[in-house]
């Protein structure tokens, strides 16, 4: 999106940015809307696309302003898996339109940041895995699609793909992977940052108001309004579902740093920056639930609201020093 600015002289940039905000939030918009209303009516949809368009990990990745690119379609990847998994009705050049979202979607992706799209080849893989469930060995075809569309999409964006993928690999960090000692972290600062991560809305990474002075790893996964007690409801039911399914696989992914490292390929920084697509996800188990509301909702955020305000009181002490403060 920073790249339509070439368009105008370098003195209009500071006036060029808001716009350039409002026209990536109006995509993120967009393309979730097209994902999600696959699966709830339109105007649940809308409540939807909204959630994820101004979601804590949107706002507190302003400072990496590449990332917005990624965000903004990575739904449409989701879609162009729903279209192969889903298609029954399409034929000829129908067909082919229809196939045809992925491979856009993928040379996108990886056209506009290669690290990022690495973790959302790893996410794709998971989600095609829980989505077809004991459907997976019979609808083999539907894998192999799946594939032959992404491999295509790749190719696409290997103009820009390859050398910064052959530049990446030059750099030292790629093989530093995360030490044992931190597979696991049972501290009360790491369990407040989780906590307030999924709680609270962002903030700036560089300058937090509670728990650390600053973190840079993309650390927000807030769902604006709602926050994650609709999703824990829905996870919470006995009813089976993929998408239930798949965000209980999550859940280790999201509490144990070394899973989460795995994201990232095993990266020596605990970075959070997949946060993007759990929201997508978690998302639509919001507005899927809102589409068909149990009665317990009011329960459910009564005990999360006692909760929340257990842990601010009970785990919180102030340190003279900044950079240790909680």
């Known amino acids: 999106f920073s790249w339509s600015a070439i368009l105008f002289p370098k003195m209009w940039y500071p006036y060029l940015t808001g716009w350039i905000l409002i026209f990536q939030i109006s995509i993120s918009g967009g393309c979730s809307y097209c994902y999600l209303k696959k699966f709830v009516s339109k105007e649940y949809a809308l409540i939807g696309s909204i959630m994820y368009a101004f979601s804590g990990y949107q706002l507190i990745n302003f400072v990496f302003g590449d990332f917005q ?3 903004a379609v990575f739904p449409l990847l989701l879609c162009g898996v729903e279209n192969i998994i889903g298609d029954e009705k399409h034929t000829g050049y129908k067909w082919a339109l229809h196939h045809t979202v992925l491979t856009a979607a993928v040379a996108l992706s990886a056209f506009f940041n290669y690290y990022l799209f690495t973790q959302e080849v790893l996410f794709i893989v998971i989600y095609y895995l829980c989505r077809m ?3 997976l060995f019979r609808e083999w075809r539907r894998f192999v699609d799946c594939l032959i569309q992404g491999i295509i999409g790749v190719m696409i964006s290997c103009i820009l793909f390859y050398p910064a993928f052959i530049y990446a690999m030059q750099n030292p960090r790629v093989e530093q992977l995360l030490p044992v000692d931190q597979w696991v972290d049972l501290s009360r600062r790491y369990f407040l940052m989780l906590f307030r991560s999924f709680m609270f809305p962002a903030e700036p990474m560089t300058g937090y108001s509670c728990i650390v002075a600053d973190n840079w790893s993309s650390w927000s996964a807030y769902i604006p309004a709602v926050g994650i007690g609709i999703t824990i409801c829905f996870m919470l039911e006995k009813e089976k579902s993929w998408l239930r399914r798949m965000l209980y696989f999550l859940l280790p992914v999201v509490i144990i740093p070394g ?3 795995l994201m990232s390929f095993g990266a020596d920084s605990n970075y959070h920056r997949w946060y993007f697509m759990l929201v997508l996800i978690a998302v639509l188990a919001t507005v899927m639930r ?4 149990p009665q317990y909702l009011g329960r459910v955020y009564f005990v999360i609201t006692v ?6 009181l009970g785990m919180v002490w102030w340190d003279r020093q900044r950079y240790k403060m909680i």
């Open 307 to 312: 909760l929340m305000c257990a842990v601010s």
């Open 259 to 261: 899973c989460n490292s």
């Open 69 to 71: 690119n990624t965000v």
């Open 133 to 135: 469930g004991r459907k």
């Open 290 to 293: 809102l589409e068909r509301r």
